[in-house]
């Protein structure tokens, strides 16, 4: 048997750390991906150093992947990306799919997350979602226990104030189907019913965005659908309640995100360009 030298009982641990690591960078940066790098980055500097010179390396890794994050963020404040480079879509088969429910809660509250500064996103997910200390986050932050406790403050109650997905999935996914079944069949009048007077519809094409204004012009073109053949299923897109549509060949052709209000739908968002669709992690077609 031979014996663990000091580099590798430091994999060893830091093995044991990294699912916490990419939770916590996932929930800070909204992307698995950015979130995987982000702690191969703290492995990299973990590296570099000298095994004795750590006293508590879960505090080191979480700094380390919290500087790198709030780095991340920064930049993006900086650089706008294109909305929804990223799209998270899981199908809804029904209201008693809890996997469903988890996914868009989850996904709803990385929207919010999106809307706050890269400081404060930061103190809320570290201290409320994975209880560090607030002397702790201010040390990454360069801000005092007490600005930083402001800070997490602030975005707790903006979070707070903003309504999560419920339960009961029923009356969203009924929006849905009577849009889908206006939509197919040329129905005006029933589109008009369950669309907002001042909803928008943004459409990701391969040109560029498209943004149709109000009920009327929404309805014009989703009568449009009647001539369509596709196939479109419930889903859960970016948390938000949304449709995916496959063509015969079994080809994903637009996925949508909407936002419903009191029974009516005020917020479309379509991603209908084929090389974004082709990179994104998109569910099997329908059998």
Known sequence: MTETGPQEAVAQAFEQQRDRLVSMAHRMLGSRADAEDAVQEAWLRLARQEPDSIDN???????????????????????????????????????????????????????????????????FVLHDLFAVPYEEIGQILGKSPDATKMLASRARRKIHGTPLPTEDHTPQR??????????????????????????????????????????????????????AKLTARNAVVNGNPGLVAWDKSSRIRSVMSCTIVNGRITEMVSVTDPARLAQLDLPAPPA
Do not use: M
């Not at 907002?196 to 990701?204: G, I, L, S, Y």
């Open 57 to 123: 390396l879960g505090g080191w890794l979480t700094t380390v992947v919290g500087r790198v994050c709030i780095n991340v963020l920064r930049t993006r404040k900086a650089k706008p990306e294109t909305p929804y480079d990223e799209l998270t879509v899981t199908l809804d088969d029904g209201p008693e799919d809890d996997a469903v429910l988890a996914d868009s809660v989850g996904l709803a509250l990385l929207v919010i997350l999106e809307t706050l500064t890269p400081s404060a996103r930061l103190a």
């Open 174 to 227: 009924a929006v849905l189907d009577a849009f889908l079944a206006a939509a197919r069949t040329g129905d005006f009048e029933g589109l008009l019913q369950v669309l907002d007077p001042d909803v928008t519809w943004r459409v990701h094409t391969a040109r560029g965005t498209t943004i149709r204004l109000g009920a009327t012009e929404v309805a014009t073109k989703a009568q449009h659908g009647k001539n």
